[in-house]
Structures are given as C-alpha cells and as structure tokens.
C-alpha cells in the first residue's frame, strides 16, 4: 500500500466519525493547523520521519501540541493512533485527503 493510500485511509477514518458527529468543520480546522504547523517546522517535520526517535516520544510530542491548538478530541484520538503506528510523517496527507474529501461532501 502506498503512503498515500495509507493517509487516504486514516483521512477517511476521521471523516466517517466526524460526519456522523456533526463536527466536520472543527475536525478540518485542527487537522489542517496541526499538518501546517508541522509542515512550517522543518526540525519537526524531520523529527516525525526519522527511524532514531522512539515513537512514543514522537506521539508524546505530537498530542502536547495538538493540545495547544485545540484540536477536536476525534482529531486527537486520530494523532494518537498516528503516533502509536509511527506515521505522523504523513499528517499533510492526511490533511489534503481530510480537505478533498469534505469538499467532495
């Protein structure tokens, strides 16, 4: 399976709790500034993607500042599975696929 393929599937994951929830627009907010705050941070970014950082320091991180923004608690949970499987490094995908498929809806 290609990475993109695996961010389709977690975009789509949220997307299908979101929409039933009645939160698409606060899922799509905190995902967005959360992939851009990553994408805007070339240390972390590199940090996400490298083999060298234990994964749980990596989630570790990851929640601390979703918990800053203020992401949606389905936004959370979803960056807590990232972490534990070791694919934050895909958290932009995962926010362009989120975004196309609200826009399909």
Known sequence: MTLQAVAR???GALFDVVKKNGQLDAAYTGLTAFAEMVKGSPELARAFASPVVPTAEKRAVAETLA????????VMRLIGVMGDR????LVAGVA???EARVMQE
């Open 67 to 74: 918990t800053q923004l203020g992401v949606s608690g389905e």
């Open 9 to 11: 599937r977690y975009a």
């Open 86 to 89: 070791d694919r934050l490094s």
């Open 96 to 98: 362009e696929a989120f």
